[in-house]
């Protein structure tokens, strides 16, 4: 089974309680107004086995405490999400946290979650009319769900509104030279960062979605 993959990092500290194993899916045809992963918009052939996947994050698996998946739209892959989900309950006793843009109601009947893969769901499509007042959410109307007993030990204290220490990203840099940032920005940093660079003579370059 192969999955069309984004990238994958650790630690990403932004995304979830702990250090954590991020992993981003490619592909999303949800496409809301102003989501600012749309390079991970564009579907290609799913490009990576699964195996090969859970190969290269083994070592992570073992010391991270959880995983978030995002993208991209993770349920958009339902048969190697649910591989991905299973091989990493194995292998790891970190929570699962997911990222979808699809209504929480759609969600409910997926296998994943009828299976108890996933410790803490945050769905509903990016909204850029409203506020962002939350932690761990682009827009106000996104809602964390606990699915499991470890979803709630963990999360459940979270869903509450983004205090100004939540309120950072992680800057990562790639062996291919790209510096690239994990989390939930603010609205408008990513404007302000551009115009910070520009006034020092370099830029910042956002990726587009490609069809
Ligand atoms: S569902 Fe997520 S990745 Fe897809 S367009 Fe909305 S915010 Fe972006």
């Not at 993770?74 to 209504?103: C, D, K, N, T």
């Not at 030279?177 to 115009?195: F, N």
Request: proline share 5%; aromatic share 6%.
């Amino acid at each position: 089974m192969k999955l069309a993959l984004s990238r994958v990092h650790f630690p990403v500290t932004t995304l979830g309680p702990g250090r954590r194993l991020g992993i981003w899916v490619q592909g999303c045809s949800i496409r809301c107004p102003g989501c600012i992963s749309s390079d991970t918009w564009a579907k290609r052939g799913p490009d990576v086995e699964v195996a090969e996947l859970l190969d290269r994050v083994r070592p992570w698996l073992q010391v991270c405490d959880g995983i978030t998946i995002s993208g991209g739209e993770p349920f958009e892959q339902p048969e190697a999400l649910e591989q991905l989900l299973h091989a990493i309950r194995q292998l790891s006793g970190g929570s699962v946290l997911v990222y979808s843009g699809l209504p929480l109601e759609a969600l409910a009947s997926c296998d994943v979650v009828k299976q108890g893969l996933v410790d803490c769901l945050i769905s509903d499509p990016f909204d850029v009319s409203m506020g962002q007042t939350k932690y761990l959410r682009g827009s106000d109307n996104q809602r964390m769900t606990c699915l499991t007993a470890l979803g709630h030990e963990v999360f459940g204290s979270l869903d509450r509104h983004a205090t100004d220490s939540d309120r950072r990203l992680d800057v990562m840099f790639d062996s291919d030279g790209e510096v690239w940032l994990a989390g939930i920005p603010s609205r408008g940093d990513m404007a302000r960062l551009q115009l910070i660079l520009e006034n020092q003579g370099t830029y910042l370059r956002t990726t587009e979605a490609r069809s």
